[in-house]
């Protein structure tokens, strides 16, 4: 015991082979080891003997982290800028996580903004969304080893950076037989689609869902779960130049209709409802007349789901539709449904699963990506705010 009788007298910490020797307050010595590796000194001590877990606390082996943050909201390009930051001890429940991708989607540009529903506390890290692979684990972690893919449970984590420490209960493991393009936007977009294609209407092969913004990333994953349990999807998109090659990649996914929201307000839609029984599900990802005009083709009894307003215009629902029609008007945010299900990890586990399935049967592919390294950050913040895109923008570390 010759290195806690030398700690004893000089009272302070030691680092010897990675193990941490320290005398807290109550006067108990305590024990930190690097995960992986046993300690013992001199066959006596034990690491699970006598030991205070709570106390852990080890330098990662990676000590800093380059990230895009963020210390005031305003406009992306003029308040993120590039930055080199010291990561926290890895502490007994914490984990160790290199980034390997992390996109760029609207909520993230909102919270930027400061126009989101949750903001995190400035100044902030950037990113909801991402994939990174575990390299160091504390002592008390039990789900999650060194080597696994994992994603964030909730928003405002900030993954737009190379490497970070974080809480094991802040994070979800995801299979590492997927590409890393869809493990990095698996959490937001697909979920949000699988969920409204599930909680809403019971939805049978053969029926119909209509929905607006259908080029999105959201839209993109409605299309190919729908179209792999045999549900039609009559799909609005904004007229634009190249609009026959975005209706040709949104069939090619499974889209049984493409129309441009000029169409949806014309008489003609009479004649593809000939075709297709009418809707019992409606999927509103951009409000304003976009959203009214959905609800018109709902049948009767039907649901519209709101997800976002990309228009920034309040939804008009008219009386006729919910006096004649009883439609019903909902709203969904999939980061409250996993809030409501935190404790519920089958729930969460069994839905991703279900998205991996589809993604490895090749049913569910990630929305068109466009790939750029961490300094070319003004470049991708920019392209992801641009108007007609379906170009999802993601980060490589």
Not at 264 to 272: C, F, G, Q, S, W
């Amino acid at each position: 015991m010759e290195i806690l009788r030398f700690a004893h007298i000089i009272l302070r910490d030691f680092v010897v082979h990675k193990v941490v020797v320290r005398k807290i307050a109550t006067g108990a010595w305590t024990l930190s080891v690097n995960p992986g590796r046993s300690a013992c000194l001199n066959g006596s001590l034990q690491l699970d003997r006598n030991i205070s877990r709570s106390t852990f606390s080890v330098e990662p082996s990676v000590k800093e982290s380059t990230a895009l943050i963020y210390r005031c909201h305003g406009e992306p390009s003029q308040v993120v800028t590039l930055e080199t930051l010291k990561l926290p001890p890895l502490r007994s429940t914490s984990v160790l996580v290199k980034m390997l991708a992390a996109p760029i989607n609207p909520s993230d540009i909102n919270m930027i903004q400061g126009t989101y529903a949750i903001l995190p506390d400035l100044p902030a890290v950037g990113g909801n969304e991402g994939v990174g692979q575990v390299i160091e684990v504390g002592i008390e972690v039990k789900t999650i080893k060194v080597g696994d893919w994992v994603i964030p449970r909730d928003a405002g984590l900030g993954m737009w950076q190379t490497a970070v420490v974080l809480s094991a209960d802040d994070l979800v493991t995801v299979p590492s037989d997927i590409p890393v393009l869809s493990a990095a936007t698996l959490g937001v977009n697909p979920c949000t689609a699988l969920r409204m294609l599930s909680d809403f209407e019971d939805l049978k092969p053969g029926d119909t869902v209509i929905q607006n913004a259908a080029n999105s990333a959201v839209g993109q994953a409605v299309i190919q779960i729908a179209a792999a349990k045999g549900v039609q999807t009559v799909n609005v998109v904004r007229d634009r130049p190249n609009l026959q090659k975005l209706t040709d990649g949104l069939k090619a996914m499974g889209a049984t209709c493409v129309i441009t929201e000029e169409t949806l307000r014309r008489p003609e839609m009479k004649e593809i409802f000939k075709s297709y029984p009418r809707p019992k599900l409606a999927l509103n990802g951009v409000g304003g007349k976009s959203a009214t005009e959905l609800l018109r083709h709902l049948q009767s009894g039907g649901t519209m789901v709101t997800y976002g307003g990309m228009a920034k215009q309040p939804v008009t629902v008219p009386v006729s539709a919910l006096i004649f029609k009883n439609v019903k008007i909902r709203g969904f945010w999939v980061t409250q449904w996993k809030r409501d299900h935190k404790h519920d990890d089958e729930a969460l586990h069994s839905m991703l699963e279900e998205l991996c399935t589809l993604i490895r049967t090749g049913k569910l592919s990630s929305p068109a990506c466009t790939q750029v390294g961490m300094l070319d950050f003004h470049k991708a913040l920019h392209s992801a705010m641009k108007p007609y895109t379906s170009m999802k923008q993601v980060l490589v570390m």
